[in-house]
């Protein structure tokens, strides 16, 4: 089994304004501006110290890290990592159990979850 997790693909802006359009039925150039407008008000709500909270799906929020030492992994020499924030996305139960759902039908149809019916049988067939 590989450590390495594979890289999805992603949605960029072209695609997800195209999505969006179909979606609200409304024309490319105008999902393009409500897409801009939705990211600039999430920024300029989390600069304002505000959360974003969309109940089915989750809530933007910043997060305040203290200060901590740190370590460099190469020469073990530790320094202070100032504190800071952070922008973080926490998913609502909705969007977490529609993901779990979906991963669960996608282990199903990839043959990854084992079939209860060998009952742990991995003989293969033959005599000893």
Request: net charge negative; charged share 35%; hydrophobic share 35%.
């Given at each position: 089994?590989?450590?390495?997790?594979?890289?999805?693909?992603?949605?960029?802006?072209?695609?997800?304004?195209?999505?969006?359009?179909?979606?609200?039925?409304?024309?490319?150039?105008?999902?393009?501006?409500?897409?801009?407008?939705?990211?600039?008000?999430?920024?300029?709500?989390?600069?304002?110290d505000?959360?974003?909270?969309?109940?089915?799906?989750?809530?933007?929020?910043?997060?305040?890290?203290?200060?901590?030492?740190?370590?460099?992994?190469?020469?073990?020499e530790?320094?202070?990592?100032?504190?800071?924030?952070?922008?973080?996305?926490?998913p609502?139960?909705?969007?977490?159990?529609?993901?779990?759902?979906?991963?669960?039908?996608?282990?199903?149809?990839?043959?990854?979850?084992?079939?209860?019916?060998?009952?742990?049988?991995?003989?293969?067939?033959?005599?000893?």
């Open positions: 089994m590989s450590i390495y997790v594979q890289k999805r693909p992603q949605v960029y802006p072209k695609e997800f304004n195209r999505l969006l359009s179909e979606n609200a039925n409304i024309p490319e150039e105008e999902a393009e501006i409500l897409a801009e407008a939705f990211v600039e008000t999430i920024v300029e709500s989390l600069l304002q505000r959360s974003i909270c969309f109940p089915e799906f989750g809530v933007f929020e910043l997060r305040e890290i203290t200060k901590r030492m740190g370590r460099n992994p190469r020469t073990m530790e320094y202070v990592i100032e504190e800071s924030m952070k922008p973080v996305f926490r609502s139960k909705a969007l977490k159990s529609a993901v779990a759902e979906y991963a669960k039908e996608r282990k199903m149809s990839e043959g990854t979850i084992k079939d209860p019916s060998r009952n742990g049988d991995f003989s293969t067939g033959g005599e000893d």
